[in-house]
């Protein structure tokens, strides 16, 4: 009898429909999946099937969970995609190997030095503000060539673009625009679409999903 597909298989076989769509290769995308407020029992059977980049939006959290389980599995590439205060730089450099989050100043005076103390470069990506949502972070369009030259400055690696769109809003518009914005400014990673979009992500250029909900199924309730 045939097994029934696991929720990454399927997750796989769609960014891989996707990419056979858009014409592109499915190793153009990494799958990120977003295991925040998920315990670790739900992180290692995903872990076992062979999964090996996982998003966290919270460094505490992170911390409490990752050490103990890249023990047994040291091939794991762990992305902060939630928002950083400039206080946790440091363990945020030290825990993670891709920063979703880098958007003001402050932020990448803290992280490259950070990454010069810890001698270790974390590439980051400069998430971009498209829907004027203060709340989740984000630089505004306006300031992003500033911050990309800063960054560059501070000997910051820059992987791409990241963008949140507005939740309950077609998010394609958006979609495109971070991909035109990486594309005017060089850059190579776009990091856009979560569970509900990152097919449309990926006909639009991404090249990095973040989806937690279609791997893990509904998260927790939070207190
Ligand atoms: C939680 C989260 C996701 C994943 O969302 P799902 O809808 O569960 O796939 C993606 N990106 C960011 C920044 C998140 O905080």
């Known amino acids: 009898m045939e097994k029934a597909e696991t929720p990454l298989q399927h997750v796989q076989a769609t960014i891989a429909q996707a990419c056979q769509i858009a014409r592109r290769e499915p190793g153009e995308v990494t799958l990120i999946a977003v295991s925040k407020m998920h315990p670790a029992a739900a992180i290692e059977p995903l872990l076992r099937e062979g999964q090996r980049h996982f998003g966290e939006n919270r460094v505490q959290e992170a911390q409490g ?8 599995h040291p091939a794991v ?49 400069v998430q971009v503000d498209l829907g004027e949502e203060q709340q989740k972070g984000g630089c505004p369009v306006a300031e992003l060539p500033a911050l990309l030259d ?18 309950d809003i077609e998010p394609a518009p958006f979609f495109a ?16 679409g979560m569970s509900g979009d990152y097919e449309t992500a990926i006909k ?17 309730p939070q207190d």
């Open 65 to 72: 969970k990752w050490p103990a389980l890249r023990e047994a």
């Open 150 to 167: 800063q960054a560059r400055s501070a000997d910051i690696p820059i992987a791409g673009l990241m963008c949140l769109p507005p939740a």
């Open 177 to 192: 625009f971070l991909d035109k914005l990486a594309r005017d400014h060089g850059l190579e990673g776009r990091s856009m």
């Open 204 to 220: 639009l250029g991404a090249t990095h999903v973040r989806v937690g909900t279609a791997l893990f199924g509904a998260r927790p």
């Open 77 to 125: 590439q762990l992305h902060l995609i939630g928002q950083l205060q400039s206080n946790k730089a440091d363990d945020a450099v030290a825990l993670f190997d891709v920063i979703h989050s880098l958007d003001r100043p402050s932020l990448v005076k803290a992280l490259g030095k950070a990454m010069d103390k810890a001698d270790k470069r974390v590439p980051c990506f």
